[in-house]
């Protein structure tokens, strides 16, 4: 138990060197020697510690039932005008999560069997798309199945996630968390964050942008005619222009945004490129209206409706108006980062101040200095130079577990720092049943060497056990917990893993390079 070869004993001093270089990036800047090869990183602090914002944001699924089944109604009304079939009452029925419609006289079972062709299946799920039935009176009911709609709120909450992610990451914000919380809600931290009304009104903008041709015909009036829609101007919120509903083109078809100045006036614009697709449909609208008015619509208000002066070919075109140097540079990052799904409703708000932040680290620092210091003090007392060579597993414990984190990019919260203490605690406990076995060895008169393979031997089992399970039940609470009980399990975790590392290995590798060298009568416990 206590021999050691060249090669392990080797391989322990590179692990322990390596957690050291890997622990001191969180004491200072980059060095111009460190070398490229190595990672620089740090362990970030949470936002408890140094202040910022805290959203919970939950999507609006009535909105994406909304847009499904408006979606709906356009493609079964597609379907029976290619079918050349007739039908009257087409409407979307939000209660029921369908949509109705009643065919005419005799082509019943022609629209039946065309609107069948509408359910499709997904790799993913076993239930249809849509679900066609006919009622007694004649009626025909498209409707979407439960778990296809959950499905598809499911898949909107990742796609907002997505898009958050790009939008936080465009603003600047360092080492935000963003998490899934429940079916429907998204929990956002924003550590450090200096202007938390902008990134605020980034996340929750859904910076979904139409193209729609503005109705000259229609007359003023506070009702939008048939086929139109009123929507108000972003300057002047009185004013109202109609609209066709038909989306000329989708801002889904965007490709770049980017914020500049006009050369010309000086004004700060947002000039944007479309795909392939985009510029094919904004060259074919720009062409066939010529000295129209063609509105720039952004979550249902008019940024601009520019006159149309020629035809727009190139797939790029340019967006003014009372910018700012901020409010283009957020709208380009609005554009690119993509619309969310739905709108975003915040639930809850919390703010952190970085006073509050520091004190919280001056206090969690002191509490965590003054237990490691009594730990010390303790084994030093109790078992005297095996104590001492405790101590020294119990330092590089701490800088093996900083490593780790380091590595993993981990942010530190407060029951992230009451981890660590806690891991301290027990990796003090494997000392301190080690050199109890062998204190127990020695008193039942068995000779140092002896007493001290037996000691390891007997303890070794016992501890693998404790933090085997340990490690097991903060696994558990990593997967099921809140976001502030998993970053207490993570330091939790790694403490276990470079607690059996130095109590098993190190203090043993120390005990027996002490032993060889001094080949003592008695032992020190």
């Not at 007739?86 to 209660?95: K, Q, S």
């Not at 359910?119 to 009626?139: F, I, L, W």
């Amino acid at each position: 138990m206590l021999y050691f070869s060249r090669a392990k004993t080797f391989g322990i001093l590179l692990l322990c060197g390596l957690g050291i270089l890997l622990s001191l990036p969180n004491l200072a800047a980059r060095p111009g020697f460190w070398p490229s090869v190595l990672p620089w990183n740090q362990v970030h602090l949470g936002l408890d510690l140094s202040g910022g914002s805290y959203l919970l944001l939950q999507i609006d699924t009535k909105a994406i039932q909304t847009q499904d089944l408006n979606a709906l109604v356009d493609q079964t009304r597609q379907t029976l005008r290619q079918a050349q079939l007739g039908y009257t009452g087409l409407h979307a029925d939000p209660a029921n999560d369908q949509v109705l419609l009643h065919p005419l006289d005799g082509q019943a079972p022609q629209a039946l069997a065309a609107l069948k062709k509408l359910a499709t299946y997904t790799p993913s799920s076993s239930s249809p798309s849509v679900t066609v039935t006919q009622a007694a009176d004649g009626s025909i009911a498209i409707a979407v199945p439960h778990a296809t709609q959950a499905a598809r709120n499911s898949q909107a909450v990742d796609q907002a996630i997505t898009i958050i992610q790009r939008r936080i990451d465009g603003s600047g914000v360092l080492n935000p968390s963003i998490a899934r919380q429940g079916a429907d809600q998204i929990v956002v931290q924003l550590p450090g964050i200096s202007d938390p009304d902008r990134v605020k009104t980034l996340i929750g903008t859904t910076a979904h942008m139409t193209f729609q041709m503005v109705d000259s015909a229609a007359a003023p009036s506070t009702v939008a005619p048939p086929g139109d829609e009123l929507l108000p101007m972003t300057g002047n919120p009185g004013q109202k222009l109609a609209v066709y509903s038909t989306v000329a083109v989708d801002g889904a078809n965007l490709e770049n945004a980017q914020a500049s100045t006009d050369p010309q006036t000086g004004q700060w614009v947002v000039n944007f490129t479309l795909n392939s697709i985009g510029a094919r449909e904004f060259a074919d609208t720009t062409t066939a209206n010529v000295g129209k008015l063609f509105a720039i619509v952004l979550d249902g208000k008019i940024i601009e409706a520019p006159v149309i002066r020629e035809p727009i070919t190139g797939g790029s075109g340019q967006i003014s108006g009372s910018f700012t140097a901020q409010s283009a540079t957020d709208l380009a990052l609005l554009l690119r980062a993509g619309a969310l799904p739905a709108p975003l409703n915040i639930v809850e708000e919390q703010s952190v101040g970085p006073e509050l932040g520091a004190d919280a680290i001056r206090n969690g620092a002191l509490a965590l200095g003054a237990g490691f210091v009594f730990v010390l003090a303790f084994m030093a007392v109790f078992y005297g130079l095996f104590g001492w060579f405790a101590n020294i597993a119990l330092v590089m414990n701490l800088v093996l577990m900083l490593a780790i984190l380091s590595v993993m990019g981990a942010t530190l919260t407060l029951p992230g720092m009451a981890g660590i203490l806690l891991t301290l605690g027990m990796a003090v406990d494997a000392n301190v049943l080690i050199n109890e076995r062998v204190r127990e060895e020695v008193k039942n008169g068995r000779k140092p060497l002896a007493a001290l393979e037996a000691g390891y031997k007997r303890a070794y089992g016992t501890i693998i056990d404790s933090n085997v399970t340990t490690l097991l039940a903060h696994i558990t609470l990593f997967i099921f917990g809140s976001p502030p009980v998993r970053g207490f399990a993570v330091t939790i975790c790694a403490g276990i893993i470079t607690t059996i590392f130095t109590a098993t290995v190190l203090v043993r590798l120390i005990t027996s390079r002490w032993y060889i060298s001094r080949r003592p009568a008695t032992l020190p416990v």
